[in-house]
Protein backbone atom coordinates (compact mmCIF):
# COMPACT_ATOMS: atom_id res chain seq x y z
CA UNK A 1 0.00 0.00 0.00
CA UNK A 2 1.19 3.46 -0.25
CA UNK A 3 3.88 4.98 1.83
CA UNK A 4 3.97 8.64 3.31
CA UNK A 5 7.31 9.71 4.27
CA UNK A 6 9.05 13.45 5.41
CA UNK A 7 12.50 14.57 6.37
CA UNK A 8 13.53 17.82 7.51
CA UNK A 9 17.11 19.14 7.40
CA UNK A 10 16.95 22.01 10.10
CA UNK A 11 20.82 22.08 9.64
CA UNK A 12 23.73 20.25 7.73
CA UNK A 13 24.42 18.13 10.43
CA UNK A 14 20.98 17.19 11.89
CA UNK A 15 17.68 15.16 9.60
CA UNK A 16 14.56 14.35 11.04
CA UNK A 17 12.66 11.65 9.31
CA UNK A 18 9.47 9.48 9.74
CA UNK A 19 6.87 7.22 8.06
CA UNK A 20 3.54 5.83 7.60
CA UNK A 21 1.78 2.91 6.04
CA UNK A 22 -0.06 0.62 5.69
CA UNK A 23 -0.27 -3.16 4.86
CA UNK A 24 -1.76 -6.15 4.08
CA UNK A 25 -1.46 -10.08 4.15
CA UNK A 26 -3.64 -12.25 2.09
CA UNK A 27 -4.76 -15.62 3.34
CA UNK A 28 -3.01 -18.81 1.92
CA UNK A 29 -4.21 -21.40 -0.46
CA UNK A 30 -3.89 -23.33 2.32
CA UNK A 31 -5.74 -21.21 5.19
CA UNK A 32 -8.56 -20.44 2.20
CA UNK A 33 -9.58 -24.43 0.63
CA UNK A 34 -7.92 -27.04 2.46
CA UNK A 35 -10.26 -29.43 2.87
CA UNK A 36 -13.05 -29.61 5.39
CA UNK A 37 -14.04 -32.10 8.30
CA UNK A 38 -16.83 -32.45 10.42
CA UNK A 39 -16.83 -34.07 13.74
CA UNK A 40 -18.54 -34.43 17.31
CA UNK A 41 -17.49 -32.46 19.78
CA UNK A 42 -15.80 -33.98 22.32
CA UNK A 43 -16.89 -33.66 25.63
CA UNK A 44 -19.89 -31.49 26.63
CA UNK A 45 -20.59 -27.59 25.79
CA UNK A 46 -23.15 -25.30 27.06
CA UNK A 47 -24.40 -23.33 24.33
CA UNK A 48 -23.95 -20.13 25.28
CA UNK A 49 -26.81 -18.24 24.55
CA UNK A 50 -29.66 -20.64 24.82
CA UNK A 51 -28.08 -22.21 28.24
CA UNK A 52 -28.05 -18.95 30.15
CA UNK A 53 -31.60 -18.51 29.29
CA UNK A 54 -32.44 -21.60 30.71
CA UNK A 55 -34.01 -23.02 33.81
CA UNK A 56 -32.26 -25.49 36.36
CA UNK A 57 -29.05 -25.84 33.44
CA UNK A 58 -31.03 -27.40 31.12
CA UNK A 59 -28.97 -30.44 29.31
CA UNK A 60 -30.58 -30.30 26.35
CA UNK A 61 -29.01 -26.65 25.96
CA UNK A 62 -26.24 -27.01 28.36
CA UNK A 63 -24.72 -30.27 27.85
CA UNK A 64 -24.49 -30.57 24.29
CA UNK A 65 -22.39 -32.76 21.63
CA UNK A 66 -23.11 -30.66 18.42
CA UNK A 67 -20.92 -30.74 15.04
CA UNK A 68 -17.80 -29.23 14.27
CA UNK A 69 -16.50 -27.98 10.76
CA UNK A 70 -12.71 -27.32 10.66
CA UNK A 71 -10.52 -26.56 7.96
CA UNK A 72 -10.29 -23.61 5.30
CA UNK A 73 -12.07 -20.81 5.36
CA UNK A 74 -13.13 -19.00 1.75
CA UNK A 75 -14.78 -16.41 3.66
CA UNK A 76 -11.31 -15.00 5.17
CA UNK A 77 -9.96 -11.67 4.60
CA UNK A 78 -6.11 -10.31 4.39
CA UNK A 79 -4.59 -9.29 7.75
CA UNK A 80 -4.11 -5.46 7.67
CA UNK A 81 -1.39 -3.69 9.45
CA UNK A 82 -0.12 0.00 10.11
CA UNK A 83 3.37 0.84 10.34
CA UNK A 84 4.62 3.91 11.40
CA UNK A 85 8.57 5.15 12.51
CA UNK A 86 9.81 8.49 13.63
CA UNK A 87 13.77 9.11 13.64
CA UNK A 88 16.91 11.28 13.51
CA UNK A 89 20.34 11.09 11.75
CA UNK A 90 23.30 12.80 13.21
CA UNK A 91 26.69 13.95 11.21
CA UNK A 92 28.39 15.67 13.56
CA UNK A 93 31.93 15.54 10.83
CA UNK A 94 32.14 14.03 7.32
CA UNK A 95 33.22 10.67 8.20
CA UNK A 96 30.66 10.07 11.52
CA UNK A 97 27.02 9.11 10.61
CA UNK A 98 24.38 8.40 13.95
CA UNK A 99 20.59 7.55 12.97
CA UNK A 100 18.01 6.51 15.61
CA UNK A 101 14.64 5.51 15.12
CA UNK A 102 11.29 4.43 16.87
CA UNK A 103 8.96 1.88 15.49
CA UNK A 104 5.74 0.34 15.31
CA UNK A 105 3.34 -1.77 14.01
CA UNK A 106 0.02 -2.91 14.44
CA UNK A 107 -1.50 -5.79 13.13
CA UNK A 108 -5.47 -6.44 12.66
CA UNK A 109 -7.71 -9.74 12.01
CA UNK A 110 -4.10 -12.13 12.02
CA UNK A 111 -5.58 -15.32 10.87
CA UNK A 112 -5.83 -17.84 14.08
CA UNK A 113 -7.08 -21.31 14.14
CA UNK A 114 -9.39 -21.90 16.72
CA UNK A 115 -10.76 -24.86 17.94
CA UNK A 116 -14.55 -25.47 18.86
CA UNK A 117 -14.30 -24.53 22.69
CA UNK A 118 -12.54 -21.76 21.50
CA UNK A 119 -15.07 -20.27 19.57
CA UNK A 120 -18.03 -20.94 21.76
CA UNK A 121 -16.07 -19.42 24.62
CA UNK A 122 -15.87 -15.53 22.48
CA UNK A 123 -18.97 -16.31 21.12
CA UNK A 124 -19.61 -12.77 20.82
CA UNK A 125 -16.41 -12.21 18.85
CA UNK A 126 -17.68 -15.11 15.95
CA UNK A 127 -21.07 -14.90 16.53
CA UNK A 128 -22.09 -16.05 12.63
CA UNK A 129 -19.53 -19.27 13.59
CA UNK A 130 -22.29 -20.82 15.47
CA UNK A 131 -24.97 -22.22 13.02
CA UNK A 132 -27.83 -23.18 14.16
CA UNK A 133 -29.94 -25.67 12.87
CA UNK A 134 -34.08 -25.70 11.84
CA UNK A 135 -34.85 -25.63 15.24
CA UNK A 136 -32.71 -22.96 16.21
CA UNK A 137 -30.07 -25.37 18.49
CA UNK A 138 -26.67 -25.62 17.77
CA UNK A 139 -26.89 -29.39 17.62
CA UNK A 140 -30.13 -29.92 15.72
CA UNK A 141 -30.62 -30.48 12.57
CA UNK A 142 -27.98 -28.28 10.04
CA UNK A 143 -26.38 -26.89 13.22
CA UNK A 144 -23.10 -26.54 13.88
CA UNK A 145 -19.54 -24.81 15.39
CA UNK A 146 -17.50 -23.28 12.43
CA UNK A 147 -13.69 -23.90 14.11
CA UNK A 148 -10.59 -23.90 12.08
CA UNK A 149 -9.20 -20.54 10.32
CA UNK A 150 -10.46 -16.82 11.28
CA UNK A 151 -9.69 -13.26 11.54
CA UNK A 152 -9.14 -12.74 14.68
CA UNK A 153 -7.71 -9.88 16.63
CA UNK A 154 -4.15 -8.94 16.21
CA UNK A 155 -0.81 -7.62 17.99
CA UNK A 156 1.46 -4.39 18.52
CA UNK A 157 5.13 -4.55 18.12
CA UNK A 158 7.53 -1.67 19.20
CA UNK A 159 10.83 -1.02 19.19
CA UNK A 160 14.13 0.65 18.04
CA UNK A 161 16.42 1.19 15.25
CA UNK A 162 20.02 2.18 15.75
CA UNK A 163 23.50 2.27 13.98
CA UNK A 164 26.71 3.96 13.44
CA UNK A 165 28.93 4.54 10.69
CA UNK A 166 32.21 5.64 9.54
CA UNK A 167 34.50 6.08 7.03
CA UNK A 168 37.93 7.03 6.43
CA UNK A 169 40.32 7.09 3.53
CA UNK A 170 42.68 4.12 3.25
CA UNK A 171 45.70 4.70 0.59
CA UNK A 172 44.02 5.16 -2.84
CA UNK A 173 40.47 3.41 -1.06
CA UNK A 174 38.41 4.38 1.86
CA UNK A 175 37.44 1.99 4.91
CA UNK A 176 33.87 1.79 6.05
CA UNK A 177 32.37 0.58 9.00
CA UNK A 178 29.18 0.05 10.44
CA UNK A 179 27.32 -1.56 13.42
CA UNK A 180 22.78 -1.56 13.11
CA UNK A 181 20.56 -3.32 15.84
CA UNK A 182 17.08 -3.31 16.90
CA UNK A 183 15.40 -3.74 20.49
CA UNK A 184 12.34 -5.13 20.61
CA UNK A 185 10.62 -2.99 23.34
CA UNK A 186 7.05 -4.55 23.28
CA UNK A 187 5.28 -7.30 21.64
CA UNK A 188 1.92 -7.45 22.74
CA UNK A 189 -0.26 -10.19 20.52
CA UNK A 190 -4.20 -11.60 21.67
CA UNK A 191 -6.58 -13.62 19.71
CA UNK A 192 -9.88 -12.18 21.33
CA UNK A 193 -10.76 -8.51 21.39
CA UNK A 194 -11.99 -9.15 24.81
CA UNK A 195 -8.74 -10.61 26.03
CA UNK A 196 -5.98 -8.36 27.54
CA UNK A 197 -2.87 -8.03 25.45
CA UNK A 198 -0.11 -11.09 26.43
CA UNK A 199 3.58 -9.92 26.18
CA UNK A 200 5.40 -12.26 24.37
CA UNK A 201 9.30 -10.06 24.70
CA UNK A 202 11.68 -12.20 26.73
CA UNK A 203 9.43 -15.69 25.86
CA UNK A 204 9.69 -18.49 23.67
CA UNK A 205 7.16 -19.12 21.12
CA UNK A 206 6.64 -20.90 18.09
CA UNK A 207 5.62 -19.21 14.82
CA UNK A 208 2.41 -19.73 12.77
CA UNK A 209 3.64 -21.95 9.98
CA UNK A 210 0.52 -21.64 7.96
Given at each position: NPKYSFKWNPIQEILFRGSYNRGFRAPSFFQLYTAQSEAIVPGNLADPVLCPQSTNNDPAVCAIRPLARQGGNPDLQPE???????????????????????????????????TPQQVVANYTTFPENLVRGTDGRLNGPGGYIRAGFVNADGDILKGYEMG????????????????????????????????DYTEQVGKHTFPNLY
Open positions: KSKQRSLGLVFAPTDWLTANFDLWELRRKGVIQQLLQANTKLGNGKLKGEINGTYMKSAKTRIFATQ
